[in-house]
């Protein structure tokens, strides 16, 4: 696999920028580990990867929950590492803020995290990998709790251009009970942006794009995107059938209505999912869990 890189403005940062991050054997390292989390502490029950495509590329789509710990996002890591092994290659796509931050920076990266850019996405699918993106982001992540159950993209539409440009099929991926890892009351991002402008200063000296303010471990109450120890809630997870889009390619990424109608297939159909995975969650808790 050849190293991919992008000038920046400080030439020493590199990480999140390369393909050469990724560790099989740093990865496994972790099984023991996410395996423990898994079946001990969020009781994980997972459905859905019979529709994994078999000798073919695609593009992993997903709702992000449960605050900077992302749970769901790291118990279906373990689905995939331990159905599909840790040499199967695959990248997600990870927020540029994340890269600020060295020491974890380096840590998910050895995983197969890259910069959220789309150089990196190309980079990645043209050494033959697929990729993951959450298209929502920060705003998904740290959504209200009364939007738990509810997909949310922020309105972001690069992953859908990226899909067509590259003739890729998307995989849905969803979730549901990592949100309630923690209890989100609202994005107060408005308000603090207007005391940023009066002199409040970012933490980090980082505008954080979210500024939620929610109930969970260790803080009780958090002002601001702080990292969070998830409660050990049940977890539901699913892979969804594939989508495939009637035109692709160039012209087709360029068509913005065609864009548009795509986005809302994708959507609208990861919604029906997670509405049924909801329901099938709520008659399962109290059951006991297994392998």
Not at 277 to 283: D, M, P, Q, Y
């Amino acid at each position: 696999m050849s190293e991919f890189t992008i000038e920046t403005a400080n030439q020493n940062i590199k990480l999140g920028w390369t393909l050469e991050q990724r560790d099989p054997e740093f990865i496994q390292s972790l099984m023991p580990i996410l395996e423990w989390l898994y079946y001990n502490y969020f009781h994980v029950q997972t459905s859905g990867w019979h529709h994994i495509p078999e000798n073919q590329q695609f593009l992993i789509v997903g709702s992000h929950n449960g605050g900077l710990a992302a749970p769901d996002m790291f118990m279906m890591m373990y689905d995939w590492f331990r159905r599909l092994g840790t040499e199967k290659p695959v990248y997600g796509l990870m927020h540029g803020i994340v890269w600020q931050a060295p020491a974890i920076a380096k840590i998910l990266a050895k995983t197969g995290a890259v910069f959220a850019h789309p150089k990196m996405a190309y980079a990645a699918l043209s050494s033959g990998s697929s990729v993951l993106v959450y298209p929502g982001g920060a705003q998904d992540v740290f959504r209200p709790h009364h939007l738990r159950n509810q997909i949310y993209f922020a309105g972001r539409k690069g992953f859908i251009k990226l899909a067509l440009r590259k003739k890729l099929p998307i995989v849905p991926m969803i979730s549901c009970g990592a949100h309630d890892t923690l209890y989100i009351m609202t994005d107060a991002y408005q308000l603090a942006s207007q005391l940023h402008e009066w002199g409040m200063p970012w933490l980090f000296g980082l505008d954080p794009t979210v500024f939620p303010i929610y109930l969970g471990l260790p803080w009780g109450l958090a002002l601001g995107p702080l990292p969070n120890i998830p409660l050990p809630v049940p977890m539901h997870t699913r892979v969804c059938p594939a989508i495939v889009f009637e035109r692709y390619g160039r012209e087709a990424a360029c068509d913005r209505n065609y864009v548009d109608q795509c986005y809302e297939l994708v959507r609208s159909q990861m919604q029906q999912e997670l509405d049924a995975l909801t329901r099938v969650a709520k008659t399962r808790i109290h059951l006991p869990f297994g392998r």
